[in-house]
């Protein structure tokens, strides 16, 4: 209790700090909230742009109460003033909670059905852009497949369950002309053993897949919010951009080393 208070206190006086700084500067420093939402959507908007995109498409599975898809809108807001790119967001959600676990690999030993429970309506009263697309992501994932979308660059995985994680992956079975070559993805549940969870899903996927993979950088950039371990890329070899000369722009630390 005491050490979430101090770390609180240390947030604000952190926050202080940095008031007076650009919203890049911030991201760098890491001062925000999720400042790993808005890294990923900067990298995403970045090659979007240097691809010739003039839209991306923003992606969260799992949005419970949605404090998720309110920082990427606000995120969006600011990276749009960097580049020019639109954003198309979506929120992917059973819209009742966790689904029962189907079994170990669910961990239902930190988790179970229905939790994390939406309220829609307030949600959809607070949200600015982003399109809801509630049901199963067994299906909805699916469906999602026929949308003629932007391009996607980011996507959050926050969905708790390897079964679920499993599902959701099936998104990235669509046409090419739908993906960017290179996706930033974020996964929040790969702190366990990697048999379980969101990490079995991405072992299983790497394993059906060759011309595509998961996985971390290992020099991505780290600093007090940017969680670079929970940072991965969807590389898609065989896209017809992939080869793409793509220089990182060099005016920010974000494109940088390890700290
Ligand atoms: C931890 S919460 C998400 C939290 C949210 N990303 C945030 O940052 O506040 C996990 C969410 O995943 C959703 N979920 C899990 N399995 C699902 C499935 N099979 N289909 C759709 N939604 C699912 C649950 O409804 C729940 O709201």
């Given at each position: 209790?005491?050490?979430?208070?101090?770390?609180?206190?240390?947030?604000?006086?952190?926050?202080?700090?940095?008031?007076?700084?650009?919203?890049?500067?911030?991201?760098?420093?890491?001062?925000?909230v999720?400042?790993?939402?808005?890294?990923?959507?900067?990298?995403?908007?970045?090659?979007?742009?240097?691809?010739?995109?003039?839209?991306?498409?923003?992606?969260?599975?799992?949005?419970?109460?949605?404090?998720?898809?309110?920082?990427?809108?606000?995120?969006?807001?600011?990276?749009?003033?960097i580049?020019?790119?639109?954003?198309?967001?979506?929120?992917?959600?059973?819209?009742?909670?966790?689904?029962k676990?189907?079994?170990?690999?669910?961990?239902?030993?930190?988790?179970?059905?229905?939790?994390?429970?939406?309220?829609?309506?307030?949600?959809?009263?607070?949200?600015?852009?982003?399109?809801?697309?509630?049901?199963?992501?067994?299906?909805?994932?699916?469906?999602?497949?026929?949308?003629?979308?932007?391009?996607?660059?980011?996507?959050?995985?926050?969905?708790?369950?390897?079964?679920?994680?499993?599902?959701?992956?099936?998104?990235?079975?669509?046409?090419?002309?739908?993906?960017l070559?290179?996706?930033?993805?974020?996964?929040?549940?790969?702190?366990?053993?990697?048999?379980?969870?969101?990490?079995?899903?991405?072992?299983?996927?790497?394993?059906?897949?060759?011309?595509r993979?998961?996985?971390?950088?290992?020099?991505?950039?780290?600093?007090?919010?940017?969680?670079?371990?929970?940072?991965?890329?969807?590389?898609m070899?065989?896209?017809?951009?992939?080869?793409?000369?793509?220089?990182?722009?060099?005016?920010?630390?974000?494109?940088?080393?390890?700290?």
């Open positions: 209790m005491l050490s979430k208070i101090i770390k609180k206190i240390k947030d604000i006086v952190y926050r202080f700090k940095y008031r007076n700084f650009s919203y890049l500067q911030k991201l760098e420093a890491g001062v925000f999720r400042s790993y939402y808005g890294y990923c959507i900067y990298k995403s908007a970045e090659l979007g742009v240097k691809l010739g995109y003039k839209r991306i498409t923003i992606i969260e599975f799992g949005v419970a109460g949605g404090n998720g898809l309110l920082t990427i809108e606000n995120h969006c807001e600011e990276i749009k003033k580049f020019d790119i639109e954003f198309d967001i979506y929120g992917f959600d059973t819209g009742i909670g966790l689904p676990p189907k079994d170990y690999k669910d961990q239902p030993y930190l988790w179970g059905e229905g939790f994390f429970k939406m309220n829609l309506n307030l949600l959809k009263s607070k949200l600015k852009q982003t399109r809801l697309i509630i049901g199963d992501v067994k299906n909805t994932t699916k469906k999602f497949k026929n949308k003629d979308n932007s391009p996607i660059g980011f996507i959050s995985f926050d969905l708790d369950y390897y079964s679920s994680t499993k599902e959701a992956l099936n998104i990235f079975n669509r046409n090419e002309k739908y993906l070559p290179r996706i930033q993805c974020y996964f929040d549940d790969v702190g366990t053993i990697n048999s379980v969870g969101e990490l079995q899903a991405i072992k299983e996927y790497n394993k059906k897949y060759k011309n993979t998961l996985s971390t950088i290992y020099t991505q950039v780290f600093n007090r919010n940017i969680l670079g371990e929970r940072i991965f890329e969807h590389h070899f065989d896209h017809q951009k992939y080869n793409y000369l793509v220089k990182p722009i060099k005016h920010n630390k974000l494109n940088n080393d390890k700290e």
